[in-house]
Structure formats: C-alpha cells, structure tokens
C-alpha cells in the first residue's frame, strides 16, 4: 500500500467528516424532522440521510472505484457486504437518539476498510469540536494530539462502557439487563452515553477502561475499532474471539486482561447478520 494512498483516504475522511460536521451542527439546536425505523426508539431524521448522501457522494467522486456501506443506505435496502475492495464503512449520525435530544454525544464515524482490515479512521463530534482520528500503524489523535487507553487490568477497578436500551425481544433484554448488573457489581461502575463510536473512543483516550455492546452494526464500530487499536487497545467478539464486525457483537478493552475478566462473565446471544 502506497503511503501516498493512505494520505488521501485520510485527508478525504477528515475533509467530509469536516463538512458532515456542519451539517450535524446546524440541525443540533432545530426542530428535528424524525422518522422512525424499525420501532419507536429507532429514529432517523433528515440529517442522517442529508449527511450519508453528501458523504457518500463525496467520496465516491474522489474515489470512483471503492465501495460504501452507510446505515442507512442499508435501511434503504443497499447490500451489506464487506469484501477486500477498499470499503468506506459510514454511520452518518452515530448516537441518533442523543442527536433528537440535544444531548451533546453525538457524532459522525467513518471508516475505510481494505482487504477487510480498517486502514483509516475518524470520528468526529462537531458539538463538542472533537476529532479522533487514526491510520493503520500510526496511532491514534484526539485533535491532533495524541491518545492512549488507561492500561487498567483490573475490572473491580474499571469504568465500563455500555448501552442499555429496550427493544422488542425480551430475551435479550434480561440477558443484556443482567449482564450489566454482573459487571455494575464488580466494577467501579457503568456509563451508558448513547453512542457506540464515541464509547470506543472514550475508551482509546483512557476516560473508560472498557465498552461491550450486542447488537452493534458494522457502521457503529468500523472505525472506532482501528482508533482504539492504535491507542494500546484491544478489540474482540464478546467471547473474546476475532472480531467480526458484520457478527454485531464488541467487547473494546484497555488491557487483554481486562477482557479476559469481562469475557468471564458476560453471557452471550446471537443477532441476525444484517
Ligand atoms: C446506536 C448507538 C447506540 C447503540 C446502538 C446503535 P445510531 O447507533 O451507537 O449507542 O446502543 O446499538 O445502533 O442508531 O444512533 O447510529
Ligand atoms: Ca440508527
Ligand atoms: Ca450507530
Ligand atoms: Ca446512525
């Protein structure tokens, strides 16, 4: 791989999270148009669509030959599939609830995967103004400074990341409820913030020391994944296996050993690929 390849796809990423920041920002203080997806907590508003059409559109100008997963090209249907071909991964608007609300944890995550590993990555809050940025082997930046996960090994002495919400099946909901209390008991305690790509950037700066979540998609954790690698961090399937990003499961740790502790007691189930 060229260096000089890698320089574009990073300079194109940061240019149109840029400018999907923008847009983020001038529709955070307004009445939102929502929509809702699949069920009453699943939304879209006119900004997600509005910045994953310019996102892609600008990529795909600069970049005719690569291919595009956005969240919600894939509700419009659009196929999800992640082969070797440089694949720009897109969640337009990650933390959409957060985003209706005003609450300030909102984001845009972008991701260029090629031979099916991320190569470039960023994610930005424009409210906040924080850019989290990293290339393959060459670490990872907040606003252009750089990060590092906390290295905490121990989970009664960690801060863990994850979501909690209510969704239709409720099987997974007393599994997911009871998975947090195991951890809440053994832990310094839980943060549930609303945005997957945020979380694992939270902890690739060290301000949590873990993040596990079922039922991510590859958009949620395409970039978020190389950011907190090149910060020291590790990222797996909740068993602790190779991530798979299309298996909609993530455990992003500061320390194996942590995730070893974690991986100990979380219970596990499946989701449908997308
Ligand atoms: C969601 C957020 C949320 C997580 C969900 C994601 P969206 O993404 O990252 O924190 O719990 O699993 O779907 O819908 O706001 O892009
Ligand atoms: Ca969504
Ligand atoms: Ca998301
Ligand atoms: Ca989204």
């Not at 509700?75 to 985003?99: H, Q, R, Y």
């Not at 809440?184 to 060290?206: D, E, F, K, T, Y």
Request: glycine fraction near 8%; charge should be negative; hydrophobic fraction near 40%.
């Amino acid at each position: 791989m060229a260096s000089s390849d890698v320089e574009k796809w990073y300079q194109a990423a940061v240019d149109v999270a840029k400018e999907a920041g923008v847009i983020i920002r001038d529709g955070f203080y307004k009445a939102k148009k929502v929509e809702m997806k699949g069920n009453p907590r699943d939304l879209v508003t006119e900004t997600d669509k509005a910045v994953e059409d310019m996102v892609m559109a600008t990529l795909h100008k600069t970049f005719p030959d690569h291919k595009f997963i956005g969240e919600e090209s894939v509700a419009a249907g659009a196929k999800c599939e992640l082969t070797d071909a440089p694949t720009w991964i897109i969640d337009p608007v990650d933390g959409t609830m957060n985003f209706v609300h005003s609450f300030p944890y909102t984001c845009i995550s972008i991701g260029l995967w090629v031979d099916k590993e991320a190569r470039v990555a960023v994610v930005f809050n424009p409210i906040l103004d924080q850019l989290y940025t990293a290339k393959k082997g060459e670490g990872a930046y907040l606003n252009g400074q750089p990060i590092k996960v906390s290295g905490q090994k121990e989970l009664s002495k960690s801060l863990v990341m994850t979501e909690l919400w209510c969704r239709p099946d409720e099987k997974k909901m007393k599994i997911a409820y009871s998975n947090a209390m195991k951890v809440i008991s053994q832990s310094h305690g839980p943060r549930c913030m609303g945005s997957a790509a945020l979380n694992m950037c939270q902890v690739a700066q060290g301000g949590a020391d873990g993040y596990y979540e079922i039922g991510l998609h590859a958009w949620d954790v395409a970039a978020g994944k190389l950011i907190v690698e090149e910060a020291g961090g590790v990222v797996t399937d909740i068993t602790g296996a190779p991530i798979d990003i299309m298996n909609r499961r993530l455990l992003c740790v500061s320390s194996p050993e942590l995730g070893k502790a974690l991986t100990d007691i979380l219970e596990i189930y499946e989701e449908e690929r997308d």
